[in-house]
């Protein structure tokens, strides 16, 4: 079960130790393979990660994706992540 906070957000924080893998990540220019959902939608791809950002308390990886295009990815929906 999902519980929203008060404005109505039902992300969950990420440990501190994964955001750090993230933040490495970026800073290497180091592709993940990344999977996560978006509803119903499962996403499993390699992923260039460009930077992180927290809006409205969320916190969202902003990666490139193999076609190219540009992507937000909140992280508490990344069901795994490994270097590519």
Known sequence: MNRT????SDYRPIACE???????AILRRRRLNLRWR????CYALPVLPLDLETRAGE???HCLL?????AQVRLD????MEPA
Request: glycine share 12%.
């Open 5 to 8: 906070d008060e404005n109505g």
């Open 18 to 24: 994964l955001y750090s893998e993230y933040e490495l």
């Open 38 to 41: 978006e509803g119903n939608v």
């Open 59 to 61: 916190e969202f990886l």
């Open 66 to 70: 193999p076609s190219g295009k540009r």
């Open 77 to 80: 929906r990344i069901e795994h």
